[in-house]
Nanobody
Framework: QVQLVESGGGLVQAGGSLRLSCAAS????????MAWFRQAPGEEGEFVAS????????YYADSVKGRFTISRDNAKNTVSLQMNSLKPEDTAVYYCAAPGRRSTTAEAMGAMPPHCGSWGQGTQVTVAS
């Protein structure tokens, strides 16, 4: 059974930084693309960033491009999201996600529906203005 556990959320002032981590187990981590999504109160979930199995390809939502960086460590089965220049509109619960199939590309994960794949429990990020 796939298990994804996020950590690193918290309260930060606008302009500050946070680093989220996701520890994965129950899958051959190095064979899967991974992604981060987020959901703000009262809003639909949205794609944030994804990374290919090798780390060689990354994709970002336009709203975070240039501020967030996704990375992975296949030796430690972790995927991280470095968030800089945070804005109040970045406030949300952030979720780590793995696709149901190894063949799912990082690019395709941008459109992964919530009933597909595996998801963590989420970590709250609050950016104060």
């Amino acid at each position: 059974q796939v298990q994804l556990v996020e950590s690193g959320g918290g309260l930060v002032q606008a302009g500050g930084s946070l680093r989220l981590s996701c520890a994965a187990s129950g899958l051959t981590f190095s064979s899967y693309s991974m992604a981060w999504f987020r959901q703000a109160p009262g809003e639909e979930g949205e794609f944030v960033a994804s990374i290919s199995w090798s780390g060689g390809r990354t994709y970002y939502a336009d709203s975070v491009k240039g501020r967030f960086t996704i990375s992975r460590d296949n030796a430690k089965n972790t995927v991280s999201l470095q968030m800089n220049s945070l804005k109040p509109e970045d406030t949300a619960v952030y979720y780590c996600a793995a696709p149901g199939r190894r063949s799912t590309t990082a690019e395709a994960m941008g459109a992964m529906p919530p009933h597909c794949g595996s998801w963590g429990q989420g970590t709250q990020v609050t950016v104060a203005s």
